[in-house]
Antibody, heavy 118, light 109 residues
Framework: QVQLVQSGSELKQPGASVKVSCKASGYTFISNAINWVRQAPGQGLEWMGW????????TYAQGFTGRFVFSLDTSVNTAYLQISTLQAEDTAIYYC???????????WGQGTLVTVSS | QSALTQPASVSGSPGQSITISCTGTSSDVGGYKYVSWYQQHPGKAPKSMIY???NRPSGVSNRFSGSKSGNTASLTISGLQAEDEADYYCSSYTGSSTVFGTGTKVTVL
């Protein structure tokens, strides 16, 4: 069965970096793009962008350029989200999700809570 | 890209029907057939309930239905059940990105 399993919660200090992983199984990894979605505490879903798993080409939504980097390791069917120079406002749950078709996300990771606090 | 507009909350009694609206523009909801709806229970990941405006993924109850008119999409839940109490989000393709709605909390009275 299709699964997206994300890495565990992270507690980071302001200014540090974090790398969240999303390991896919149960389907051909390079057949479907991976998208990233942020959910701040008590807030709604926010689309961050996506990465083409065939080419590794990332696309970032407005507001997620510069400090946010999507990457892949296709040898282990894993997508990564790296956030640098963390700020308190980056505290959120980050989800990876699999594209089934245009703007349709059929499977989601369990989410990774990133807390930024001194 | 601004978030799509949803009512903050909708409530209904068991067995009733409720409808959640999702209002965008001609650049997103009105311009494409790619509107989806997601259900999110507290502490859980979102779950796909409707895609391409009105299609249900396998395993989703037929009590959930979707439609669209102009720049507004709608999700209707018929025969409301206690397990339907959750947050619901719409999303739409914009031509180059995806945008989510503001979210609606559904309460079963």
């Amino acid at each position: 069965q299709v699964q997206l399993v994300q890495s565990g919660s992270e507690l980071k200090q302001p200014g540090a970096s974090v790398k969240v992983s999303c390991k896919a199984s149960g389907y051909t990894f390079i057949s479907n793009a991976i998208n990233w979605v942020r959910q701040a505490p008590g807030q709604g879903l926010e689309w961050m962008g996506w990465i083409n798993t065939k080419t590794g080409n990332p696309t970032y939504a407005q507001g997620f350029t510069g400090r946010f980097v999507f990457s892949l390791d296709t040898s282990v069917n894993t997508a990564y989200l790296q956030i640098s120079t963390l700020q308190a406002e980056d505290t959120a749950i980050y989800y990876c999700t699999k594209n089934f078709s245009v703007a349709r996300f059929d499977y989601w990771g369990q989410g990774t809570l990133v807390t930024v606090s001194s | 890209q601004s978030a799509l507009t949803q009512p903050a909350s909708v409530s209904g009694s068991p067995g009733q029907s409720i409808t959640i609206s999702c209002t965008g523009t001609s650049s997103d909801v009105g311009g494409y057939k790619y509107v989806s709806w997601y259900q999110q229970h507290p502490g859980k990941a979102p779950k796909s309930m409707i895609y391409d405006v009105s299609n249900r993924p396998s395993g989703v109850s037929n009590r959930f239905s979707g439609s669209k008119s102009g720049n507004t999409a709608s999700l209707t839940i018929s025969g409301l059940q206690a397990e339907d109490e959750a947050d619901y989000y719409c999303s739409s393709y914009t031509g180059s990105s995806t945008v989510f709605g503001t979210g609606t909390k559904v309460t079963v009275l």
